[in-house]
C-alpha cells in the first residue's frame, strides 16, 4: 500500500449496521482516493452474530484488504472490542459504543473515545438503529480520516427518494461528529 493508505476495522453484531457504515465510507473514499476496498465478514447467522468489516482507501494500487494490525477500530458492540484492542497501531484510534464496556483498554499508546452511541440514538430518533452513524460520524471527526463532506454526500446519495431514513442518517451523522466533540474536545 502506499503511503497515503488509510484503513479501520469495523465490529459489532449483525444487524446493527456494521456493514452499512463500512460501505458508506469505503463509497466516499472513492471520491477523494483512486482505491478503496471494503472488505465484509461476518457469521452464518446474520442478525446476532459476530461482524466485521474492513475498509482500506489510498491513491496507490492495494495490494491485499488484509489488514491485521489497524491504524483504527470503531466497534459497535462493546463485546466485541477485546479481540481488536493487541492488533491496534501504537498512536490509532479506537471509537467504541460505551454500553456494555466495563474496563478500559489496558493501552496508553492508543485514543480511545467511548461513547453512548446506542443511547444517543434512541435519545435522537427512538430507535438504537442509528448509532453505527453516530459512531461512524465520532470516527471521522476523531480521526480527520476523509472531510465530512464526503459521508453526507455518500449518505444523501445511498439513502436518495427515502426522505425519513435521509433524515434519520445525517441527523445521527451529525451527532456523532458533535459527540466526539464533546467527549474528546476535537
Do not use: H
Amino acid at each position: 500500500m502506499g503511503q497515503d493508505a488509510r484503513n479501520v476495522i469495523m465490529a459489532g453484531i449483525g444487524g446493527r449496521g456494521v456493514m452499512v457504515a463500512a460501505l458508506t465510507l469505503a463509497r466516499a473514499a472513492l471520491r477523494s482516493y483512486k482505491y478503496a476496498v471494503w472488505l465484509p465478514s461476518m457469521t452464518t447467522a446474520m442478525r446476532g452474530g459476530p461482524c466485521e468489516a474492513t475498509v482500506v482507501f489510498s491513491s496507490s494500487p492495494i495490494a491485499s484488504p488484509l489488514v491485521w494490525r489497524p491504524e483504527g477500530v470503531l466497534i459497535m458492540e462493546a463485546s466485541q472490542l477485546a479481540q481488536f484492542v493487541p492488533r491496534i497501531i501504537p498512536g490509532g484510534t479506537i471509537v467504541t459504543e460505551k454500553a456494555g464496556l466495563s474496563d478500559g483498554v489496558g493501552r496508553d499508546d492508543v485514543k480511545v473515545l467511548a461513547l453512548p452511541a446506542l443511547a444517543r440514538a434512541v435519545e435522537l430518533t427512538g430507535d438504537s438503529q442509528v448509532s453505527n452513524l453516530i459512531l461512524l460520524g465520532a470516527y471521522v471527526q476523531t480521526t480527520g480520516l476523509l472531510p465530512v463532506e464526503l459521508i453526507e454526500q455518500e449518505l444523501t446519495e445511498r439513502f436518495s427518494g427515502r426522505n425519513e431514513v435521509m433524515d434519520r442518517n445525517a441527523a445521527a451523522f451529525a451527532d456523532g461528529l458533535k459527540l466526539a466533540k464533546e467527549y474528546a474536545g476535537v
